[in-house]
Every structure is written in C-alpha cells, then in structure tokens.
C-alpha cells in the first residue's frame, strides 16, 4: 500500500490550477446513461471513483473512451443490473437506480459502498422513489426495482439528501407528468446536474433552491459539457496553504461555492482575495482561533471540509469547537491527528479543540478520503516526519495531490 512521507515546516507558494469536481462528474457519469447518443464531459478529474463509474458504466454496456480530462460516453445499455463488485466502491454508484430504471424500467442495484463516515442509509432515495410509483423489493443485498407504471409526483425530503436529490431529477427527467421535489439539497453539483440535464433536453428547474421541477420529456439527446471546479479541493489547498503559511493562487475555482469557509480563514487572520475564477490566499501568521464550526447542508460550512478544519483548528493560537451534523462518525481523524500532539476532545458530534503552537510529526494512517487529506495538512505543519499509510483513500478524491503539493514547495514524496 502506498503512503506519503512529508517533512513539514515548508511555507506553500505558487499556483493551482483546480480539478474538476468529483461529485459534480459522477451523477453526471449516471446521467449520461438517459441516451443512447454519445455525451462528452471536459475537466473530468483522474480519480479511482471516476474510473470505478466508468467501470460499472462498461459493465452494464455503455461505451466509456477517456481522451485527457474528457471523457466521452456512449449509453448503450445491455443490462439492468449493477454488481455488486463495483457498486460497493462508491457511494455515487446509487445515482445509476435512478439513470437505469429511467431507461430500462428495471433496475437491480447492490446496496452503495462509499467513505466509512456512518450508516449512509438509502431510505430518502427509496422512499422517492416509491412516490413516483416505483415498486421496490430489497433482498439479498440488493435492491429490485420495477418502474413500469412510474409518475411524476410531488416529493417532500426529511433531510435535503445530495444524492437523492441527483438520484430523483435523474428518474424523474423522463418520466411521465411532473415531478417537484421541496427541501431539496442545494449544492453546486446539483445545479451542475440541472444545467448537463437541460442541455440534453430535459426540463429542469430551481436546483440550487430547496424547491426543484422536473417536467418529464420523452427522450434525451447527446451533448457537451464541462464540469465544475472542485470546491472541496479548492478548500483544501487554501486550508494547505493556511497551515503551514505562504501565498496560493487558486486558478479555475468558483469563491461563490467556498462563502463559508473563506469567510472562516478571513476571520482567522488570513488575507483572501477573490475575482471571478480565482482565490488568492496569504497565510503569515499564527491562526486566530475558529470558536465554533459547524458543518451544515450548502450553503453552510461544507462537512466534506470538517477533517482538515480540524487540522487547522489544532496549531490555532486557541479554543475551537467543531460540530459534525451530517454524518454520525466523521471524526476518524482525531486520533491520528492526537498521535502528531493535537490536543482534541470528540464527545458524540462534538469536537473540543485546543491549539498548539506546532504539531509534531508520526506515522498515521488514513481512514477515509478527507480524514486523509486533513492528516497531509498535519504533516505539512508538524516538525519533523510525518509517515502516512493507506494513501488510496485520499487519491479517490485529490489528483495528484503529492505532486501539486510539492510544486508549492512542500516536503512530500510517494513511496
Ligand atoms: C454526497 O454524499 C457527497 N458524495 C459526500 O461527499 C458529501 O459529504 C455529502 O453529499 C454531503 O454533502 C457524493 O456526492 C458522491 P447525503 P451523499 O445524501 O449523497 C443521510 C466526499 O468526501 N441520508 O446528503 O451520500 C446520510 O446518512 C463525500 O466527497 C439518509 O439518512 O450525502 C448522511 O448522514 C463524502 N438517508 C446525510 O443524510 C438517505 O437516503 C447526508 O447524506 C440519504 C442520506
């Protein structure tokens, strides 16, 4: 298993020139699915769950060709059935019930794999789905669907779910009447998903809003598109930045998708300058501390950024509490980062911090994709080395994270 090896104290500076989104790429990936004309989608990132989509898309049928960062999809489908295999890889392998069933009226799908950060229950997307008049049977760890008599419908969501809110608009783009989903997720991606659908000829609208429609159409055609930046990589490389100081020019981001967090690092003394698809960040002194983070559905501050909060939060010159409301146990971190001298209470879904002046370097290993990314920052600070294991986890989500990361001046090889 591969692992990085940092020595820290390296201020970070330079430029970076962001990926395209992760999350925004794969509901499209299950989108594309919704025609049998070729798609083509740029600024596709070089990930394993990009590559583990594309795997599942080939396993059903579809012609998938990477060309560089485009990729460029043909959904010929000759089956309905997602194994169980690749569907345990990720999370994203769910959005593909709803592309199936919307076009093969059948689908069998095994429950969804994805990071290790709690049950990551399915029920909102099922419970969707049976309004629209799916039938549903689970059994055998695996979910049986039949959407021959399917309706739009009006759906109420207990919780704004981001992929069940991708999984219903993907359903519900073909299907007969009209389709309105209220407390719907509002994040980048789903807009992205609203813009890719419409250009392919479906009707969609209100994503980014809690209140979305969808007018069924009879079918969907063929298109281009480009994915948007990743916010979450986005925030990490500022938070990178933040941590061990220096000046870091973000190149391609969207600052409308980061309010929460760029407003956090402002508070907490560093310099950030926006325009309209950059972020520049100036870290040259000790952080204020961040009193109290809480991770909430878009646009609050973005749970996929808690773990390298917690990062920061523990060399802050102070008390910072974080709260984790989206998922039950998102703090698989903590004790590695305790074992590089942070000093960090977890009670249920809180996090007391208390800052040190400066970690101290240790063999950690990741847990998951942002737990992993939030201990490379540690490493960036800590004095001496600092060895990390099982850094798989964090190249599902980061593109040549050790390498960027190295062109801004920081110690860190692969091994
Ligand atoms: C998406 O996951 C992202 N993944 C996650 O990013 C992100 O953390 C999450 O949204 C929240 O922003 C992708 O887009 C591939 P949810 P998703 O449905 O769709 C509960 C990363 O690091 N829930 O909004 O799974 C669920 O258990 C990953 O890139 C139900 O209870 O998120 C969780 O507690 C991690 N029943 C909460 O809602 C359901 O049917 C949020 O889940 C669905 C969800």
């Keep these: 298993m591969a692992k990085y090896i940092i020595n820290g104290g390296s201020a970070l500076n330079g430029k970076v020139f962001l990926q395209g989104a992760k999350n925004a790429v794969l509901p499209l990936f299950a989108a594309a699915l ?3 004309e070729e798609v083509v989608l740029h600024n596709c990132p070089d990930l394993l769950d990009v590559d583990n989509m594309a795997r599942i898309l080939q396993s059903i049928g579809a012609d998938v060709e990477r060309h560089g960062e485009t990729i460029k999809i043909r959904g010929n489908l000759n089956s309905y059935e997602i194994p169980y295999g690749l569907a345990k890889e990720l999370r994203s392998s769910i959005f593909l019930l709803g592309s199936v069933l919307a076009r093969r009226k ?5 429950y969804p794999g ?3 950060i709690g049950l990551r229950p399915i029920n909102i997307h099922l419970d969707a789905f049976r309004e629209l008049g799916v039938k549903i049977e689970e059994k055998y760890g695996y979910i049986y669907c039949d959407a021959s ?4 419908s009006h759906i109420n969501f207990d919780y704004p779910s981001v992929g069940a809110t991708e999984n219903v608009m993907l359903l519900a783009a073909t299907a007969k009447g009209i389709t309105t989903i209220s407390n719907a997720a509002r994040e980048p991606e789903i807009e992205g998903l609203q813009d890719f659908l419409n250009l392919m000829g479906a009707k969609v609208s209100g994503a980014g809003t809690p209140f979305i429609t969808i007018e069924g159409v009879e079918s969907l055609k063929g298109t281009e598109y480009t994915t948007i930046p ?3 990589v986005a925030g990490t490389y500022l938070m990178a930045c933040a941590i061990c100081g220096g000046e870091v020019e973000l190149i ?3 600052p409308a998708h980061l309010h929460a967090l760029l407003s956090k690092l402002s508070k907490s003394g560093c310099k950030i300058k926006v325009n309209n698809d950059k972020i520049y960040i100036k870290a040259d002194r000790r952080l204020l501390p961040f009193e109290r983070v809480e991770t909430q559905p ?3 501050f973005p749970t996929d950024l808690q773990a390298p909060l917690c990062a920061l939060a ?5 008390n910072t509490v974080v709260i984790e409301n989206i998922f039950e146990t998102r703090f698989k971190h903590v004790p590695e980062l305790i074992k590089m001298g942070a000093r960090i209470i977890v009670s249920g879904s809180v996090a007391s911090i208390r800052g040190v002046e400066r970690l101290r370097g240790a063999e950690v290993t990741a847990m998951d994709l942002r737990g992993g990314a939030a201990l490379v920052l540690a490493g960036l600070n800590a004095k001496g080395t600092t060895i990390i294991n099982e850094v798989h986890h964090i190249e599902r989500g980061y593109e040549n994270f050790d390498a960027i990361l190295s062109s801004l001046g920081a110690d860190i090889v692969k091994v």
């Design 34 to 36: 919704l025609t049998e």
């Design 106 to 110: 059948k689908a069998k799908v095994a």
């Design 114 to 116: 994805g990071c290790d």
């Design 149 to 152: 008599n399917m309706q739009g």
């Design 230 to 232: 990743d916010r979450i």
């Design 252 to 254: 391609g981001a969207r």
């Design 298 to 300: 878009y646009p609050g």
């Design 314 to 318: 523990s060399v802050a010159c102070g």
